[in-house]
């Protein structure tokens, strides 16, 4: 089967589901492990993924050299884009409790146990392991992808030396997301097992929480796409606000039909070059780095999530909790799988780390597609804001 029709034969297993939870609800409590099985086998591939990911996207970015001063400015201005996003992603949360209100059958209670209410400051001490166990625990990722950056990082200082590793990593990451994307072509089979099961055992309910949570991610990425990109760009670089728009609109019209920034990113760099006037030299570097580590969607991604798996399981985890939550989110999304369905395992990867439930991800994932079309477009359009930004400071450095 096409890979490109992953998601239409998710949404026929989505359909599938309902009907058995509706229809067979003793046979589909019963059949739940066909899920759990499917959940856990992403589970299986969240280290992996996440340690090639990060890899590949370091020792393949041979132009970092020569653009210093820009690369610098650039990541910085990545992340505060995206602790930004997260920001506003929380207040719009916030506003509408994506998990609240929800009248259930069944109302859902989580049985496990929570990641011990991590702060930022913990989330810092846990980045230095104490032991080789650490590195390699499935418990302590965030350990293991910062020896990826380090190790990453070393490679490409060494040159033509570390040829050999270089090679091998690369291959190594494309034999990772070939697994990874047989286990995805399990979805179907696994949204239909727990969306059947989720039906049955807490009613028609949860379809107004997936939807309020659908309606909460397009709201946030709205407002992050108005406060984070347009203004900045509108006021610092003086751009027109008709002729930015324009070009947007291009750029979305891609984003939403293919859900990939690399397959835009052609459009990009043309809208941005020639609509929006950014010099080629500066675009060409800014925007496909953007690609790999600029994931401002991911912030209203994983925000939206917290707060929904939060209330729908009625946690009750402290808002504090939250700048320890957009630490791990930016790490993450360095090491986005540019896979159909890959946001789905960063999801399940960052609620892992969290020691939140999971079982929300497979009535989610029937409907990632709807919520992909934003979190790209917002992933794209980041990228064309922190491009003429930078741009823009890089002019007045000339100037002066």
Same mark, same amino acid.
């Given at each position: 089967?096409?890979?490109?029709?992953?998601?239409?034969?998710?949404?026929?297993?989505?359909?599938?589901?309902?009907?058995?939870?509706?229809?067979?609800?003793?046979?589909?409590?019963? %059949?739940?492990?066909?899920?759990?099985?499917?959940?856990?086998?992403?589970?299986?591939?969240?280290?992996?993924?996440?340690?090639?990911?990060?890899?590949?996207?370091?020792?393949?970015?041979?132009?970092?050299?020569?653009?210093?001063?820009?690369?610098?400015?650039?990541?910085?201005?990545?992340?505060?884009?995206?602790?930004?996003?997260?920001?506003?992603?929380?207040?719009?949360?916030?506003?509408?409790?994506?998990?609240?209100?929800?009248?259930?059958?069944?109302?859902?209670?989580?049985?496990? %146990?929570?990641?011990?209410?991590?702060?930022?400051?913990?989330?810092?001490?846990?980045?230095?392991?104490?032991?080789?166990?650490?590195?390699?625990?499935?418990?302590?990722?965030?350990?293991?992808?910062?020896?990826?950056?380090?190790?990453?990082?070393?490679?490409?200082?060494?040159?033509?030396?570390?040829?050999?590793?270089?090679?091998?990593?690369?291959?190594?990451?494309?034999?990772?997301?070939?697994?990874?994307?047989?286990?995805?072509?399990?979805?179907?089979?696994?949204?239909?097992?727990?969306?059947?099961?989720?039906?049955?055992?807490?009613?028609?309910?949860?379809?107004?929480?997936?939807?309020?949570?659908?309606?909460?991610?397009?709201?946030?990425?709205?407002?992050?796409?108005?406060?984070?990109?347009?203004?900045?760009?509108?006021?610092?670089?003086?751009?027109?606000?008709?002729?930015?728009?324009?070009?947007?609109?291009?750029?979305?019209?891609?984003?939403?039909?293919? %859900?990939?920034?690399?397959?835009?990113?052609?459009?990009?760099?043309?809208?941005?070059?020639?609509?929006?006037?950014?010099?080629?030299?500066?675009?060409?570097?800014?925007?496909?780095?953007?690609?790999?580590?600029?994931?401002?969607?991911?912030?209203?991604?994983?925000?939206?999530?917290?707060?929904?798996?939060?209330?729908?399981?009625?946690?009750?985890?402290?808002?504090?909790?939250?700048?320890?939550?957009?630490?791990?989110?930016?790490?993450?999304?360095?090491?986005?799988?540019?896979?159909?369905?890959?946001?789905?395992?960063?999801? %399940?990867?960052?609620?892992?780390?969290?020691?939140?439930?999971?079982?929300?991800?497979?009535?989610?994932?029937?409907?990632?597609?709807?919520?992909?079309?934003?979190?790209?477009?917002?992933?794209?359009?980041?990228?064309?804001?922190?491009?003429?930004?930078?741009?823009?400071?890089?002019?007045?450095?000339?100037?002066?």
């Amino acid at each position: 089967m096409k890979k490109e029709n992953l998601f239409a034969r998710i949404a026929i297993g989505f359909a599938i589901g309902i009907l058995l939870g509706l229809f067979a609800p003793g046979f589909s409590i019963s %059949t739940r492990i066909v899920g759990d099985i499917y959940l856990r086998l992403i589970k299986f591939m969240v280290l992996p993924v996440l340690v090639c990911a990060v890899m590949t996207g370091i020792i393949n970015s041979a132009n970092i050299k020569s653009l210093r001063r820009v690369a610098v400015k650039t990541v910085v201005l990545f992340f505060v884009m995206f602790m930004a996003s997260f920001a506003v992603s929380s207040v719009v949360a916030t506003s509408i409790r994506p998990g609240q209100g929800i009248v259930f059958e069944n109302q859902p209670v989580y049985e496990g %146990t929570i990641a011990g209410k991590l702060s930022a400051a913990d989330v810092l001490r846990q980045l230095f392991p104490g032991s080789l166990e650490d590195i390699f625990s499935s418990k302590n990722i965030l350990v293991t992808i910062i020896l990826a950056i380090i190790l990453a990082v070393v490679i490409v200082r060494m040159g033509e030396k570390a040829e050999p590793v270089r090679d091998f990593i690369n291959r190594l990451s494309d034999i990772v997301f070939r697994i990874l994307s047989v286990i995805m072509e399990t979805s179907p089979i696994g949204v239909m097992s727990l969306i059947a099961f989720s039906i049955a055992e807490y009613g028609a309910g949860l379809f107004m929480a997936i939807g309020k949570y659908i309606l909460c991610c397009w709201l946030a990425c709205i407002a992050v796409f108005i406060i984070v990109f347009m203004l900045p760009v509108i006021f610092y670089t003086e751009t027109d606000l008709k002729t930015y728009l324009r070009a947007c609109g291009r750029v979305a019209l891609m984003t939403i039909s293919t %859900t990939s920034s690399a397959a835009t990113l052609p459009t990009t760099i043309r809208v941005c070059t020639k609509d929006l006037g950014a010099p080629e030299d500066i675009s060409s570097f800014i925007l496909p780095l953007g690609c790999t580590i600029n994931m401002c969607g991911g912030a209203c991604s994983f925000c939206c999530l917290a707060f929904f798996v939060d209330e729908f399981y009625s946690l009750g985890l402290p808002f504090a909790q939250l700048a320890a939550m957009a630490l791990v989110a930016a790490l993450l999304n360095m090491a986005a799988p540019g896979i159909p369905g890959g946001g789905i395992v960063l999801m %399940t990867s960052f609620l892992t780390i969290f020691g939140l439930p999971i079982d929300l991800i497979g009535p989610v994932a029937a409907f990632y597609r709807l919520l992909d079309m934003a979190f790209t477009t917002i992933n794209v359009e980041g990228d064309i804001a922190a491009n003429l930004i930078i741009a823009k400071s890089e002019a007045n450095v000339l100037k002066s």
